[in-house]
């Protein structure tokens, strides 16, 4: 005799992952987790390999990758392609985009720091923090932020 698939519902994976059971179902609707087995009343069921998956979406999205990238992962999880040398270019890629984000946090820092100095005490009538704002320039530019 064959063992049953273990089910959950939905309410028991949101409370598993963390994650809210909206998302699980815009999962769904995304093709990132696939459609659940149905009970005879319509209820969602799913098994350890959906948990499973849903793990890996989150602890990706976590780090900050696409829901394409995700995707693509996934792909190549699922054994599509050549993995090893697949997923070290999409990391390879998600780290220079991390790169620059850090790049631009530690301008944003020094300009912080900068403009915060600046009124430390101050009674002047002009803020030279407001002022800086509005001599800022360009927005989100990766060039000292000034």
Excluded at 42 to 57: E, M, V
Excluded at 61 to 75: E, P, Q, Y
Excluded at 114 to 127: H, I, N
Aim: aromatic share 6%; glycine share 10%; charged share 30%.
């Amino acid at each position: 005799m064959a063992d049953s698939p273990q089910y959950m519902t939905i309410g028991t994976v949101s409370k598993r992952t963390g994650c809210k059971v909206e998302t699980i179902r815009y999962y769904e609707r995304v093709g990132l987790l696939p459609a659940p087995v149905r009970s005879s009343g319509g209820h969602r069921h799913y098994d350890h390999d959906a948990l499973k998956r849903l793990n890996f979406i989150l602890r990706a999205r976590r780090l900050g990758f696409t829901l394409d990238t995700v995707r693509a992962l996934l792909s190549l999880a699922d054994g599509e392609g050549e993995s090893c040398v697949e997923v070290e270019d999409i990391a390879g890629k998600h780290l220079d985009e991390v790169r620059g984000k850090l790049e631009d946090l530690a301008a944003l820092e020094r300009v912080l720091t900068d403009m915060v100095a600046r009124c430390r005490g101050g009674t002047m009538p002009d803020c030279p923090l407001i002022e800086a704002l509005f001599e800022g320039g360009a927005a989100g530019r990766r060039d000292g932020w000034n």
